[in-house]
């Protein structure tokens, strides 16, 4: 089944003989220079596409050539290649300036019998080039699966593979791995002082471990305190570092190792260092200002730079009122030189200092400064009350407490009051005072008072009650006629009042009368007559140029005395020794 094969394969080497042999008797000819240009041109170009077509075609030949050498076996009847085992793990180790690597791995998947293992060892470079014969290591049992490759260089590079062997050439091996031996672990830095400090920085410098390989970094420990412990990397590794951002005045125990890709290394002997002491000065041009009712701003420049200066961690401002018995603070940042501090009372007066400070101390205050809010309106009057001084023409009294907040003095208090759902009348109470008498109020009505303190920026939220009048049924005499008359004797006029019997038996007359005006500003007037006899009345006029209203009721029988009673209780219990008939008014009782 060979003779075929074997047939093509001489009738190829024959004709690769033929043409090796026609193309160096060509390139001879080529070399010899007999050829003119013209021909030698159209020459070269049949040779050229010539040459061409024999160097692609070979190169299919080897191609294919070399596929069927690699699918052939070298023996028929030789065992095929086992898999290759699995699951290689490869690990190294440094210990005492040696290393070793470590080669552990599972059995392929379905081993034959008299299966062995070779191990493959070769130095390469960080390039992955060989720099070394390979190291092959067999191992005949085929239950051992871990090999040990020992007295090896650190931080020195291998390509390491596995593979499994049946037979004498048949192999399966694993695909390489490459690894790298670790480096040494390094012994203990020497030396670390302390060069020099500042207020929040101390410099260290130290000597190289006696033994260290190539390090990665210098690892630097240092604490104010076992709570606070801080950790540096210092990388690239260098012997001098400033460590930064230290608190002022303070003495820090600090550590210095050195590190490689296997490990750190013991730490240095703690050494001791401190910063300097630094106490800051006075913020600058300290100054403020309201900025509405419960609010101001306040501004500041940093203190005057000095030498060996620390870092300013912050600035503090401290506030209080006029007692000057609570003072509060207000924080903020280093960067920061203007803040607004809030919740504070309208219309007050507030004391400011500024304070820069470290993370260990307050400096110097600067200069206070008083800043006053912007004023409110006063807060509502408190504890409005009403009571009821007279029944028959109904009249009530207020009393109230000062508002809890004035804002400053106050200029009067204005009370707003009315018929409800009608038209009201503004009076103006002395900032003193701290009752209202009103005017005679209408029969079966509900009135509405509206309290407000009144500052210098305004009228305040009011106080607000309400009273209602009492239903009665009123006694109007008949025939009501009102003369002006202007008396000879003195030359003042009065108006004379008349009127016919009422309809029923009273006790007398109350006669109400008040100027007439557009705008309704003044208060009623009242006379009574106690004669139910009477059938007029003459009432001298203070403003005669004045047009009047005059009501004229009677008064029903008893009344007089329950009115009297009333008021002796009335005055008993109030203590209400006045005339309050004089500071308000309302309309007539109709």
């Known amino acids: ?31 010899g220079g007999n050829m003119t240009g013209g021909s030698l041109m159209s020459h070269n170009v049949a040779y050229s596409s010539f040459i061409n077509d024999v160097e692609t075609r070979l190169a299919d030949m ?16 030789a065992p095929l290649a086992p898999p290759p085992p699995t699951n290689v793990i490869v690990e190294s180790t440094t210990v005492d300036n040696v290393s070793s690597i470590v080669v552990k791995w599972d059995p392929p998947f379905n081993p034959p019998e008299n299966m062995q293992y070779k191990v493959y060892f070769v ?10 014969g390979e190291v092959v290591f067999r191992i005949c049992d085929s239950t051992q ?7 090896l260089t650190p931080r020195s590079r291998y390509r390491i593979r596995v593979g499994a062997v049946a037979g004498a050439v048949a192999e399966g091996a694993s695909m390489p791995l490459n690894v790298k031996t670790p480096d040494i672990i390094p012994s203990r830095v020497r030396n670390v002082m302390v060069k020099s400090s500042t207020a929040n920085t101390i410099t260290l410098m130290w000597n190289p471990p006696p033994i260290m390989g190539d390090l990665m970094s210098y690892e630097i420990y240092y604490e104010e305190n076992p709570v606070n412990k801080v950790h540096i990397t210092v990388n690239p590794p260098k012997n001098m570092y400033v460590i930064k951002d230290l608190t002022e005045g303070t003495s820090y125990k600090i550590e210095v190792s050195a590190k490689s890709d296997n490990g750190e290394g013991e730490k240095s002997i703690p050494i001791e260092g401190s910063t300097q002491r630094f106490i800051p000065g006075a913020p600058q041009a300290f100054k403020g200002d309201a900025i509405n009712k419960t609010a101001v701003v306040v501004r500041w420049a940093p203190p005057p730079p000095k030498p060996g200066d620390g870092i300013i961690r912050g600035y503090l401002i401290n506030y209080t009122d006029v007692r000057y018995t609570d003072v509060a603070e207000h924080r903020v940042g280093a960067d920061v030189f203007e803040t607004v501090i809030t919740n504070l009372t309208p219309a007050q007066v507030y004391y400011f200092r500024a304070f820069a400070f470290t993370h ?23 504890q ?12 009530i009294a207020l009393t109230w407490l000062p508002p809890l907040h004035t804002y400053g003095n106050l200029k009067n208090y204005t009370l707003v009051w009315g ?12 900032k003193t005072r701290l009752e209202w008498s009103s005017d005679f109020l209408d029969d079966d009505t509900t009135h509405v008072f509206r309290l407000s303190a009144v500052n210098k920026v305004g009228l305040g939220e009011a106080a607000v009650t309400t009273y209602m009048t009492p239903k009665k049924v009123p006694i109007i005499p008949p025939n009501v006629k009102v003369a002006r008359l202007q008396l000879q004797s003195n030359g003042s006029t009065i108006l004379n009042v008349t009127w016919s019997s009422p309809p029923v038996s009273v006790d007398g007359f109350r006669i109400l009368f008040r100027k007439f005006q557009l705008v309704y500003s003044g208060r009623w007037e009242l006379v009574e007559i106690f004669d139910p006899e009477a059938r007029n009345v003459e009432i001298p006029l203070v403003e005669p140029d004045y047009p009047y209203i005059v009501v004229v009721r009677g008064i029903p029988k008893g009344q007089i005395m329950n009115m009297y009673n009333t008021h002796q209780n009335h005055n008993m219990n109030q203590n209400h020794n006045r005339n309050p008939g004089m500071h308000g008014m309302g309309p007539p009782p109709l």
Do not use: W
């Not at 060979?2 to 008797?25: C, K, M």
């Not at 080897?62 to 009847?77: F, G, K, S, Y």
């Not at 018929?419 to 002395?430: D, F, K, L, P």
């Open 384 to 395: 409005l009350q009403i009571m009821t001084i007279r029944e028959e023409p109904p009249k």
């Open 145 to 151: 699966t871990i090999a040990s490759i020992t007295d």
């Open 62 to 77: 080897e191609q294919a050539t070399q596929e069927l050498v690699r699918i052939m076996r070298t023996c028929p009847d």
């Open 360 to 382: 260990k101390s307050v400096g110097r205050g600067g200069p206070v400064i008083a800043l006053e809010t912007l004023a409110d309106v006063p807060s509502p009057p408190r």
């Open 1 to 31: 089944m060979f003779t075929t094969a074997e047939n093509q394969l001489r009738s190829i080497v024959q004709n690769g003989q033929t043409l090796l042999d026609f193309i160096y008797q060509e390139r001879q000819k080529h070399g």
């Open 419 to 430: 018929v409800q759902n009608g038209a009201n009348r503004t009076e103006y109470i002395s």
């Open 123 to 132: 130095p390469v470079d960080m390039n992955g080039l060989q720099t070394a």
